[in-house]
């Protein structure tokens, strides 16, 4: 029994520590990757905030809830020649242990509905992309610039993802996460997107951005983001869409305004010399 | 347990308890085959159950196994996407409806008339059916996969447009589904009716084992979800084949009404999972810590409580469907009271052991691993309420990890520990402990080495039900499922227990463990396969 108990107690340190480093937010590394990222947007950083706020209150929970199990596993063991009390309820404790989850849930509450009102406002956007997804590649359209293109999974992944290609994806750039064409966004600006999908239901995801809204069929749901850092930020389809939901990935290119709009003209010349 | 056909007349007289005065009116099983096909005993539908969720836990674990070893590299190595989807769904549905469901179910029909003091359930015949109706209804949900297009491959969610892509399997998924859902109806039925009208004199409502508590609350949730479940899912089926558009925009309907009528019956059927787990870890830890269970009242009220809230929560499952702020505050703030209940119950199971005399046996080990593990889930859970984050975490590998946390080391393991907890009552067998330890640390090293990673990589942008992944995801894949594949090695040793058990072993005394509380320990081990056709009396 003893031999048990003390397995035990090193499982769960061993586990507590586990929750500990997650909880640490530790510098981004390439692969063991453990946490959230904080992204670029203030969304993002409101998400990642939250997401740290809750996952200490738990963490603090838990170590206190756990520390509780664990000493009485390890105190009250019949081998030690523990007598069982005979206590069967305490309305005092039972108050006290609901009240506290309560006050706990009415902070939590009180920093969470606030945020989730700025994430849901999408007024004062100074432009509008339409965002349509399809079996499986996403339509991007710039409203009222006259401009649109489609954006499917590179060739490079493409070939090295079929069943049984030989190809290694660690030697692939980007495997998975690359497009023939990036959607192109200016830095700084309040973006607001309308999104849909032409077949099934389809979500767009960007974790840098913390957008994920789904694509559906009949309806346009829209929402904003405001890039700060101009870069190269990679996402994928978070809803599944069918054979091909692995492979419809997101790459959103920002850059500053004025580079952005220099890059829209030259795409949109070409448009106007053939309508002509 | 063929052994048991005989043993009442033994065991019965030696005890010369009351449970026997019948005696003579009755007689054992039917021999062979035909025992199990026309029976309407509790305990032979019970093991039924029991056996058969056993079986789909193979069934829907290779499905698993399939899906993990795909991931275990980035690429495709060994199955096409479309085929990884089906894996995905049909092992979602298979250790939902195929398996946890039945094996609480057996429990309810093996214990509950135990636990009340009545001598069956209270409609046999139907019980019977109920049971009958899941080999069949599996064995079509199963032989989709060899159909033309194959199984369904939309998510065990259904959603439409996508589900209604499926092939010619399409209405035979949709069937399959209807009959399992007609069987749990049938079956908690049956467990209303009986702890309703059963239960001996004196057993009081609230002197009841919370093992019965959890499943009449359980059964009221599936009798109100499940025809939910069996609407949804028959609106597909018109919309496939009978042009009508409940769910097709083109036609003026509405993709995410489905999504509404799915949750209005998946979150209640997430507490149909869990609650008959909390019953059962209600009953091993007071025996194991030789001290009644802290705050019965407190649990019951919040069992209730946790069913009445399961029901105003759903589309917290749909933060991104683009819901109005209102609904998604609504939402959000009562998922977050939940947590309330949840964590009165894991202090209440806290105070249970406390100065308490603890032991270690299996079913013990089993339930604290429940209680460490399912309180993780549950603080996953709390995270996943939290709307601004959940537009992060949603459709995740993070809820993936939070789902099999509570429905593994939750559900799977308190069906576990139950099963070890009553083995012994059921074959008259005690189990090997040593084998039953090695089990549990296997299971429990390996539970963790599976899921936790799971949260990891969720937070780090892996998006749930994909075939394939970008390569910073590979490394704790891979640990994923070399945890998963000593995992599902694990419960073949489990298997190995059980029937070990079944076969032979030290002779279980009535009481089986040190002095446990409740009417199921007063008969005879094996439990004799009529008892109670007298009424005990319940002080």
């Known amino acids: 029994m003893h031999r048990v108990a003390s397995n035990a107690r090193r499982l769960l340190s061993g586990a507590l520590i586990a929750l500990a480093g997650l909880s640490a937010a530790l510098p981004a590394r390439a692969a063991w990757e453990l946490n959230m990222t904080q992204g670029v947007t203030s969304t993002a950083q409101e998400a990642y905030d939250l997401h740290m706020l809750v996952l200490w209150i738990c963490t603090i929970a838990g170590v206190g809830v756990f520390a509780v199990m664990i000493y009485a596993i390890v105190t009250f063991q019949k081998s030690k020649g523990a007598v069982p009390a005979t206590f069967t309820h305490s309305t005092k404790a039972e108050v006290i242990w609901t009240v506290i989850p309560t006050l706990v849930l009415v902070f939590l509450g009180y920093e969470t509905a606030p945020a989730l009102v700025r994430i849901d406002d999408t007024r004062n956007s100074e432009m509008t992309i339409k965002i349509t997804g399809y079996q499986w590649k996403w339509q991007y359209e710039y409203v009222g610039q006259d401009y649109s293109f489609f954006s499917t999974l590179a060739n490079t992944s493409n070939a090295a993802r079929q069943l049984g290609s030989g190809v290694d994806p660690k030697g692939v750039d980007n495997y998975l996460l690359e497009v023939d064409n990036a959607l192109v966004v200016p830095a700084g600006v309040k973006i607001r997107y309308l999104i849909t999908a032409n077949d099934v239901l389809h979500a767009w995801w960007v974790p840098a951005f913390s957008v994920k809204r789904d694509a559906i069929p009949g309806y346009v749901n829209e929402g904003w983001f405001k890039v700060d850092e101009p870069g190269v930020y990679r996402g994928q389809c978070a809803e599944l869409c069918g054979k091909d939901h692995g492979f419809m990935p997101i790459v959103v290119e920002a850059l500053p305004k004025a580079e952005f709009e220099a890059w829209l003209a030259t795409k949109k010349a070409p448009a106007t010399v053939a309508a002509n | ?468 992944y970008a390569t910073q995801f590979a490394d704790w894949n891979m640990v994923s499922s070399i945890g998963s594949f000593g995992f599902g090695l694990s419960q073949l040793l489990f298997a190995y227990i059980v029937i070990k058990t079944i076969r032979g072993g030290r002779a279980a005394t009535a009481q089986v463990w040190d002095q446990p509380e409740g009417l199921e320990w007063t008969v005879p081990s094996p439990a004799p396969y009529h008892t109670f056709d007298e009424a005990p009396v319940v002080k």
Do not use: C
């Open chain 2, 1 to 468: 347990m063929s052994t048991t056909n005989h043993d009442h007349s033994h065991a019965g007289h030696d005890h010369g308890d009351h449970a026997h005065a019948g005696h003579d009116d009755h007689h054992g099983p039917a021999r062979g085959l035909t025992r199990w096909i026309f029976t309407t005993n509790h305990k032979d539908i019970g093991t039924l159950y029991l056996l058969f969720a056993l079986v789909m836990l193979f069934v829907g674990g290779a499905m698993a196994m399939v899906i993990r070893l795909e991931l275990f590299q980035p690429g495709l190595q060994f199955v096409n996407p479309d085929f990884f989807n089906q894996m995905t769904t049909m092992h979602a549905l298979i250790m939902i409806f195929g398996m946890i469901m039945p094996a609480f179910v057996g429990f309810a029909n093996w214990m509950i008339p135990l636990m009340i003091g009545a001598p069956d359930m209270a409609l046999p015949r139907l019980n019977n059916w109920s049971f009958w109706i899941l080999p069949f209804a599996s064995s079509i949900l199963v032989s989709t996969l060899f159909m033309d297009g194959g199984g369904p491959a939309g998510g065990w969610t259904l959603y439409p447009p996508l589900s209604l892509q499926a092939g010619n399997s399409f209405p035979f998924t949709i069937f399959a589904v209807h009959l399992l859902g007609m069987s749990s109806i049938l079956g908690s039925i049956n467990i209303i009716v009986t702890i309703m009208n059963m239960r001996a004199p004196g057993m009081t409502l609230l002197k009841m084992p919370l093992f019965v508590w959890t499943w009449l609350i359980t059964a009221y949730l599936l009798i109100a979800a499940m025809p939910v479940l069996a609407g949804g899912v028959t609106m597909l089926l018109t919309d496939q084949f009978f042009g009508t558009t409940f769910f097709q925009a083109a036609g003026g309907g509405d993709p995410v009404l489905f999504q509404h009528i799915f949750w209005f019956f998946g979150h209640p059927e997430v507490y149909i999972i869990i609650l008959p787990a909390f019953g059962i870890v209600s009953q091993i830890i007071p025996t194991f810590s030789r001290k009644p269970l802290f705050g019965y009242a407190a649990m019951v009220y919040a069992t209730a409580s946790i069913g009445f809230l399961s029901f105003i929560v759903w589309a917290h499952h749909m933060f991104t469907v683009g819901m109005p702020l209102a609904g998604e505050m609504f939402f959000m703030l009562s998922t977050m009271l939940i947590a309330i209940p949840t964590a009165v119950k894991v202090f209440n199971w806290t105070a249970t052991m406390w100065r308490g005399s603890l032991t270690f046996e299996t079913p013990m080990l089993f339930s604290l691993a429940f209680l460490f593990l399912f309180t993780i889930g549950g603080f996953s859970g709390l995270m996943l309420a939290i709307a601004p984050a959940d537009f992060q975490y949603h459709d995740t590998y993070f809820v993936v990890a939070h789902f099999h946390y509570v429905l593994v080391p939750g559900a799977l393991f308190a069906a576990i520990a139950g099963a070890y907890f009553w083995l012994p009552k059921w074959t008259g067998h005690m189990y090997d402990e040593r084998l039953g330890k090695i089990h549990f640390w296997l299971s429990a090293i390996s539970v963790n080495v599976t899921f936790f990673p799971q949260h990891f990589l969720g937070l780090a942008g892996m998006p749930r039900r994909i075939p394939d």
